[in-house]
């Protein structure tokens, strides 16, 4: 069975500076999707960035980008020029590849304050 | 058209009481999801429906009854609810014609069995 592991309960970052919240993950499978979700006081679970397992070229959205080890099974999230916005919990989630499989394996989550 | 929408967004109910929540999308996903999140936790897969079809029951108690009368509603029907069913309930759908995208998440309902 998949498991997601995000080891920061909590993380603090000034604004306009630049965090790294970590996530590793154990699978036996070659090929999968991970995922960063936002979730601010508004509740709304919001997708960050999202990654393809074959893909070596690691995502970026904007100021959000990822540090994908296939082999070292880790997908960290780094976070430019953090504004207030960005304040939330952060879930990483796994997701198998095949058509028939719907179930997303979300780690605990790390909750990111941002100090003006 | 990228949203999902919850309603009610809050609802407090009595153990004996019967109630629904709705979840609707216009995307033409076809799959489309049940979490339960507690507060600090990550949400937690009830039900999947593809096609309609009930497809994952995480073994849910019977008190949690899905329904997805067509391919752009889910409701979850709520029966005679313990106190520690109280918990954010999120919809979600992806599966867009026959390639699963992302999970896209309504806004939840909070809710709280007294």
């Known amino acids: 069975a998949q498991t997601v592991t995000q080891s920061q309960p909590e993380m603090s970052v000034q604004e306009a500076e630049t965090v790294t919240l970590s996530c590793t993950y154990d699978?036996?499978?070659?090929?999968?999707?991970l995922f960063w979700y936002k979730q601010p006081p508004s509740r709304q679970m919001i997708l960050v960035i999202r990654?393809?397992?074959?893909k070596q070229q690691n995502a970026t959205e904007n100021r959000f980008s990822v540090n994908f080890q296939k082999a070292a099974k880790s997908f960290s999230l780094k976070i430019s020029d953090s504004q207030l916005g960005d304040a939330a919990m952060y879930f990483c989630?796994?997701?198998?590849w095949g058509s028939g499989t719907y179930k997303y394996i979300f780690g605990t989550g790390t909750r990111l304050k941002v100090l003006a | 058209d990228t949203e999902v929408t919850q309603t009610p967004k809050h609802l407090v109910m009595g153990m004996t009481n019967k109630k629904s929540l709705k979840c609707e999308q216009h995307?033409?996903?076809?799959?489309m999801y049940w979490y339960k999140q507690k507060a600090k936790k990550p949400p937690e897969l009830m039900f999947v429906?593809?096609?309609?079809?009930?497809?994952i029951n995480e073994s849910v108690p019977s008190r949690f009854s899905p329904e997805c009368p067509n391919s752009s509603l889910l409701n979850l029907h709520l029966h005679a609810l313990q106190p520690e069913d109280s918990a954010l309930y999120l919809c979600?759908?992806?599966?867009?014609?026959?390639?699963?995208?992302?999970?896209?998440f309504g806004q939840g309902t909070r809710l709280t069995v007294v």
């Open positions: 990654q393809e397992a074959y």
């Open positions: 429906y593809s096609y309609e079809k009930l497809s």
């Open positions: 995307m033409g996903h076809r799959a």
């Open positions: 989630a796994y997701r198998s």
């Open positions: 979600a759908s992806s599966l867009r014609r026959g390639r699963i995208t992302e999970a896209f």
């Open positions: 699978t036996s499978e070659s090929d999968y999707y």
